[in-house]
């Protein structure tokens, strides 16, 4: 089945450092990847939907300046927290997606902003 | 604009006995609506999904879901209820399959008690 990791599984920062996370998908071509975060006990929110070589679709209330994606190949999207603060804890998820009617989930990475 | 409603955040069975997970959306569009389960700490895997073909859509482990048009349900059961099932349970609605966001509803957390 198609297999999507993310790198790193978790990851503790102090505040105002910049954190990326690696979403990759490892038998698959990824045309569209998606970047979700989860917080404690409460449902998925969509964050933004990248395509393979162009700019990140933000969704509404999401800033772009501090959530920076790139989807520079058909494999690797990745998620950059730029100054994070302890509010910016949180759950992240990626998605990929080959142009079929599922998408599928990588582990997620646990980030923990001092 | 679609939306997604899981009635009950909580739900405790016992083992052995019926799951039943409900699920309701709202959609302007024919839409392609998803089963996730989430274990703690990792990410979403998915159970099934209904994408305009047959009404009863059987999954993995055993779930079953029957999409109901005229009820906008899309309720998740299993005839018996194991041990590994306790979960965090997500229903989850997308307009034109998984390239296109998906809408999370904000998840059921299914206890088996022994």
């Known amino acids: 089945g198609a297999v999507v990791s993310q790198h790193p599984s978790r990851v503790i920062c102090k505040s105002g450092t910049s954190v990326k996370i690696e979403c990759r998908s490892l038998?698959?071509?990824?045309?569209?990847m998606f970047w979700y975060r989860q917080f404690p006990k409460k449902s998925l929110m969509l964050m933004a939907t990248?395509?393979?070589?162009?700019?990140?679709?933000?969704e509404q209330g999401v800033e772009k300046d501090k959530f920076l994606i790139n989807h520079a190949s058909l494999t690797l999207s990745t998620l950059t927290v730029t100054s994070a603060h302890p509010e910016d804890s949180s759950f992240y998820i990626c998605?990929?997606?080959?142009?079929?009617?599922?998408?599928?989930f990588g582990p997620g990475t646990r980030l923990t902003v001092l | 604009a679609q939306s997604v409603t899981q009635l009950g955040s909580h739900v405790s069975v016992s083992e052995g006995a019926l799951v039943l997970l409900r699920c309701n959306y709202s959609?302007?569009?024919?839409?392609?609506l998803f089963w996730y389960v989430q274990y703690p700490n990792q990410g979403l895997q998915l159970l099934l999904k209904?994408?305009?073909?047959?009404?009863l859509v059987k999954g993995i482990n055993g779930f079953e879901a029957e999409f109901k048009k005229s009820e906008t349900s899309f309720h998740l059961t299993k005839p018996s209820a194991h041990m590994s099932d306790a979960a965090e349970y997500f229903c989850?609605?997308?307009?034109?399959?998984?390239?296109?966001?998906?809408?999370f509803g904000t998840g059921t957390l299914l206890a088996v008690q022994p």
């Open positions: 038998d698959f071509q990824a045309t569209t």
């Open positions: 209904y994408t305009s073909a047959a009404t």
């Open positions: 989850a609605v997308s307009i034109g399959g998984a390239t296109n966001k998906l809408i």
């Open positions: 990248s395509n393979e070589g162009s700019k990140a679709t933000y």
């Open positions: 998605s990929a997606s080959g142009g079929g009617d599922e998408q599928f």
């Open positions: 959609s302007s569009v024919p839409p392609y």
